[in-house]
Nanobody, 128 residues
Framework: VQLQACGGGLVQAGGSLRLSCAASGRTFSSYAMGWFRQAPGKERQFAVSIRWSDGDTYYADSVKGRFTISRDNAKNTVYLQMNSLKPEDTGVYYC??????????????????????WGQGTQVTVSS
C-alpha cells in the first residue's frame, strides 16, 4: 500500500490550502485515514482522522473549526481543507491509513500507533 500526499505550499496567515492523499497498491480496504503534522524540532502530532465506512471524523482541538477532512471512496483519496491558517500550522503534513478496525473509535485513531501506512509528507509553510 502506498500513500501519496500532495498539495502543500507556502501561504500567508489567514489563507487556505487543500491537501490530498491517494492510496494505491494491492487491494486496499481502509478502516480509517488521518493527517498528522510535524513542526521542526517537535514530535509528529495528530490533526484529524476519518472513518472510511461512515465518514465519521475526529479533530484535534488545535484545528477544529478550521480544518475539514473528507474522502472520495471511489478514488481511495482523502482530502484536508485547511482554512484560516496560522503560522503555528507550519510543518510537514503526513497522511496515514490503517486497515485495522480493532481499536475503539476514535481514540487510538488519534495517535500514531493507530496507523500502519504512512505517506511521504508534504510541507506546509504559513507566513505571518
Amino acid at each position: 500500500v502506498q500513500l501519496q500526499a500532495c498539495g502543500g505550499g507556502l501561504v500567508q496567515a489567514g489563507g487556505s490550502l487543500r491537501l490530498s492523499c491517494a492510496a494505491s497498491g494491492r487491494t486496499f480496504s481502509s478502516y480509517a485515514m488521518g493527517w498528522f503534522r510535524q513542526a521542526p524540532g517537535k514530535e509528529r502530532q495528530f490533526a484529524v482522522s476519518i472513518r472510511w465506512s461512515d465518514g465519521d471524523t475526529y479533530y484535534a482541538d488545535s484545528v477544529k473549526g478550521r480544518f475539514t477532512i473528507s474522502r472520495d471512496n471511489a478514488k481511495n483519496t482523502v482530502y484536508l481543507q485547511m482554512n484560516s491558517l496560522k503560522p503555528e500550522d507550519t510543518g510537514v503534513y503526513y497522511c496515514a491509513a490503517t486497515t485495522y478496525s480493532g481499536f475503539i473509535w476514535p481514540y487510538r485513531y488519534a495517535h500514531r500507533t493507530g496507523f500502519d501506512y504512512w505517506g511521504q509528507g508534504t510541507q506546509v509553510t504559513v507566513s505571518s
